[in-house]
Every structure is written in structure tokens, then in C-alpha cells.
């Protein structure tokens, strides 16, 4: 259990490093730009990554079901937000903005049970949790002037 959550917090590391930076980058180049950059560095270490552990399963990807192909648009979707977003209300709010986000789809994820995630039905104290994970977030991220 430590290692996991000794992963998740690396994870959650490197999307509050990649959220400034891709900022950083769409300032620089346009939104557009650095999320094509972005998304070459990614595929480029993904390829190395997948050639060095043998393939994985990768031969099997005609079986997947259509709309998994979509999820690249959610990235493309999300470096948008953070080049739009990060500049007004800073990494911190941002952040938070997107992790309240991501929390309240996860919620609804568990409830359904879709994508093969295990079945967990939402509670008053999960919904309690997300209504304070929301309003911590606007409160986040309300811009420096106006604390």
C-alpha cells in the first residue's frame, strides 16, 4: 500500500510540474503549439518505454471499443485549459479546479461502475466530501487580489 501511494503522490507531482510548464510553453508557442509538443515528447517516451518491456499487449489495440480512441482529446482538451486557465488564477487553483473536476467525474465513474472500474455507490459523506473538495477549489482559486 505505501508504494501505492508513494505512486500516486509522484503522479501527482508531475501534473503540478506539467500544468506550469505546458503554461509556460502555450505563452510562448499558442495553446495549440505546445500541446503538439507535448504530446510528441509523451508518444516519443511512451514507444521507448513500450519497446523496452517487450510490446506489452499493444497488438491487441483493434480490440478496443471506439470511443477509447477518443481520449486523446481530453488531453489536447486539458493543456487548453491549463494555457487559459493557469495565468489567471495560478498553478494552485488551477490544480485544485482540476482535481475537484476530476473528483466529482470519478465519483460518477464508481457510482456506474463504467470502463470496468469496481461498483461503489456514492454516500452522503463521498457527496459531503465533493461539495468541499468544489468549494475549496473556488476558494483556491480566486485570484491573489481579491484575498
Not at 506539467?18 to 503554461?23: C, F, I, V, Y
Not at 505546445?34 to 480490440?63: K, N, T, Y
Not at 471506439?66 to 488564477?89: D, E, Q
Request: hydrophobic share 55%; net charge neutral; proline share 5%.
Amino acid at each position: 500500500m505505501l508504494v501505492l501511494i508513494l505512486l500516486g503522490l509522484i503522479g501527482g507531482a508531475a501534473v503540478g510540474l506539467q500544468g506550469p510548464m505546458s503554461s509556460a510553453i502555450s505563452q510562448r508557442l499558442g495553446p495549440l503549439s505546445a500541446s503538439l509538443i507535448i504530446h510528441i515528447g509523451g508518444g516519443v517516451l511512451s514507444a521507448v518505454l513500450l519497446i523496452l518491456v517487450g510490446g506489452e499487449s499493444i497488438g491487441q489495440w483493434r480490440d478496443l471499443p471506439a470511443p477509447y480512441f477518443l481520449t486523446g482529446l481530453f488531453g489536447v482538451g486539458l493543456f487548453i485549459v491549463l494555457s487559459l486557465t493557469i495565468p489567471r488564477v495560478g498553478a494552485a487553483g488551477t490544480t485544485t479546479l482540476i482535481v475537484a473536476g476530476q473528483f466529482v467525474v470519478a465519483m460518477l465513474i464508481d457510482q456506474f461502475g463504467w470502463f470496468g472500474v469496481p461498483q461503489s455507490s456514492l454516500s452522503l459523506t463521498r457527496i459531503a466530501g465533493a461539495v468541499l473538495l468544489v468549494a475549496g477549489a473556488y476558494l483556491i482559486s480566486l485570484s491573489p487580489a481579491s484575498t
